[in-house]
């Protein structure tokens, strides 16, 4: 089995990797859509690097899947309109 080494990150290399703001990522947070933080001191919170990785990368799956999903509605929604065409062109006849 595959050993993840550990890494904790401070907010500042949080932000940069998802680019989301501290408030924002606070309120995604409290609704469970993102890890959550990990408490290092009576002030400080960190998060960790894998988890954080694995959610980015779940995040681009996700956009991937939306992205091939479009393109099949897109298909069907022109071969809708090629078999409507037909119709029509067949009815006139």
């Keep these: ?3 993840t080494e550990l890494q904790i990150i401070r907010e500042r290399e949080r ?4 680019a989301i703001s501290r408030v924002q990522w606070w309120r995604l947070e409290r609704e469970g859509k993102v890890p959550k933080r990990i408490p290092l001191g009576p002030n400080s919170v960190g998060w960790l690097r894998h988890e954080l990785e694995q959610w980015i990368n779940a995040r681009a799956g996700e956009r991937q ?5 479009a393109k099949a509605n897109e298909g069907l929604r022109l071969g809708r309109e090629a078999n409507d065409k037909k119709r029509r062109l067949a009815s006139k006849a």
């Design 65 to 69: 899947l939306a992205g091939s999903a």
């Design 1 to 3: 089995m595959a050993t």
């Design 15 to 18: 932000f940069r990797m998802t």
